[in-house]
Each structure stands twice: as C-alpha cells, then as structure tokens.
C-alpha cells in the first residue's frame, strides 16, 4: 500500500545554512488523507460508539485533526485521544528505547482504535503500541501512518495505512520537527543542513 516518490527538483525554503526541500505539496496530503479516510471507514464497521482515533503526540497533531474531520465529513463520528513517546533525542537518529511520557486517558476495551502516527521509521515506537495497547483488549486495533520509511526499517510493523512511502531522508512539517521547529510547515519538506 502507499505511493513512492521523491520531487528533487525544488531547491526549495533557504533558512541560514540550512534548507527545507519540498516533498509531499499542501495539496496531495489533503487528497491521500481523503483516501485515508475513506479506507478506514469503508474497513470499520458502523457501531454505536465511535471510532478512536489515538494519536501519538506531538507529530500526529495536523494529520489527526485532518483525518478526523474528514471522517466526520464521511458520516463517522470519532473520539480524540493521545499518546506521547519519546525514542528520539532533539537530533536526527532515533535512541532506541521506547518511554510512554503520557497514556491514553481512557479505556480501549471493546472499541475500534486506530493509532495515528506521523512517521514509521525504525518501527520501533509502533511496534512497542502495538504490543501494549493489544493487551488492553480492544475490539479491533488498526495502525494509520502518514509517512513511512521503509529502507530505515529495524523492526518490522504491519500497518492497515500509509500514506506515502519516502526515501530515509529526514523531514519536516505538517507536525513533524527538527528540535521542535517546523511543525507548522503546510507541507512536508526534505531537511538539508549545512550544504
Ligand atoms: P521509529 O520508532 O523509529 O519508527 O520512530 C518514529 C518517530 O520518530 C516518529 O514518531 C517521529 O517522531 C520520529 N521521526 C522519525 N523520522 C523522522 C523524520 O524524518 N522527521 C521527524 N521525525 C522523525
Ligand atoms: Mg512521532
């Protein structure tokens, strides 16, 4: 599932000595997360509670809000909640331990989930998600990423939804950072330092 691509040819933002590439335009991100959308309504059947979206803070924070009104629009009510990890430390390469910094504040048992994260990279973070919430006996459990890595992949993950597949670069924008800079970024961009 997901679709490959990589647009060099921009040379894109220039902010000191550093630069932002766009990658993925404003525009297509709005078109895949209608297709997002679409997919997990079609997949999760019609119940009398509504579906919960989790999503993994901070980077998830445009793309849930995105998808969940889209959802919406689509007939399907959701309900909002969040998690917060850390495996990363500020720079650009990823620790390796997986800490839970907030919980989900509510139960899970015998509802449909769908964990709403920015990025697979590593794997690591969405396999650990998996595992816990698992435990806690939800009717179905499904994974929503944006963005996937698929060469920088250590663990393996099975993901119900991917947006794009990209190369192993580091990227920024619409709620992805570096050092907590460039969430707010409308589209999604390349980060290049010192060239
Ligand atoms: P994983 O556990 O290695 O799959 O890492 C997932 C987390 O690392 C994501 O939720 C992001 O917060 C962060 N991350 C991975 N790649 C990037 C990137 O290219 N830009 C910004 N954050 C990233
Ligand atoms: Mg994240």
Not at 141 to 161: F, G, H, M, W
Request: hydrophobic share 40%; aromatic share 8%; with cysteine.
């Amino acid at each position: 599932m997901g679709t490959s691509f990589f647009r060099p040819a921009k040379l894109g933002i220039f902010i000191g000595s550093m630069r932002l590439e766009e990658l993925i335009s404003e525009n297509d991100v709005k078109l895949k997360i209608r297709e997002l959308a679409e997919q997990i309504s079609n997949s999760i059947p019609e119940s009398d509670q509504p579906i919960i979206l989790l999503g993994i803070l901070k980077g998830s924070v445009h793309f849930l809000s995105d998808l969940s009104r889209t959802l919406w629009e689509l007939g399907r009510e959701c309900q909002l909640e969040f998690m917060q990890v850390s495996s990363w430390h500020g720079a650009t390469s990823s620790s390796g331990v997986v800490q839970i910094k907030k919980d989900i504040d509510s139960s899970i048992e015998n509802r449909d989930v769908v964990i709403v994260e920015d990025i697979l990279d590593t794997g690591r973070t969405l396999s650990h998600l998996r595992d816990l919430l698992g435990t806690r006996h939800p009717k179905s459990l499904q994974i929503c990423t944006l963005l996937s890595k698929p060469d920088a992949r250590i663990v393996n993950v099975e993901c119900d939804y991917i947006g794009f597949q990209i190369p192993d670069k580091f990227v920024v924008g619409y709620g992805l950072d570096f050092d907590e800079r460039y969430r707010n970024l409308q589209y999604i961009a390349v980060f290049h330092q010192d060239e």
